[in-house]
């Protein structure tokens, strides 16, 4: 089975940094558009940052290039960098991997999460 295993969240500061990991087996990684994603209690899961097969980044608006998502093949292994962490980013972050090699075909796995909490 296809798995994806997040690694790294837990409890910082606001202004603090944290680095997750996002472990994925039994998939050809490097064909997978990598993404996080985040949901904060009682709010819907939203987009953090994106990076494609190839290698693009993209990153939602309001993160103000605090985060920088980044990606090891080798290790098929997707990195979430966080920094100048506020309370608003609390929330549980999840891990995403999208292939779709044809029309007609489409693989769309998930993580389970790991909790980030930004509180002093």
């Known amino acids: 089975q296809v798995q994806l295993v997040e690694f790294g969240g837990g409890l910082v500061q606001p202004g603090g940094s944290l680095r997750l990991s996002c472990a994925a087996s039994?998939?050809?990684?490097?064909?997978?558009?990598m993404a996080w994603y985040r949901q904060a209690p009682g709010k819907q899961r939203d987009l953090v940052a994106a990076?494609?097969?190839?290698?693009?980044?993209n990153y939602a608006d309001s993160l103000r290039g605090r985060f920088t998502i980044s990606r090891d093949n080798a290790k098929n292994t997707v990195y979430l960098q966080m920094d100048s962490l506020k309370s608003e980013d609390t929330g549980v972050y999840y891990c995403?991997?999208?292939?779709?090699?044809?029309?007609?075909?489409?693989?769309?796995?998930w993580g389970r999460g790991t909790q980030v909490t930004v509180s002093s």
């Open positions: 995403n991997a999208v292939y779709s090699p044809s029309r007609w075909e489409n693989f769309d796995y």
């Open positions: 039994r998939i050809i990684f490097s064909r997978y558009d």
């Open positions: 990076i494609t097969s190839g290698g693009s980044t």
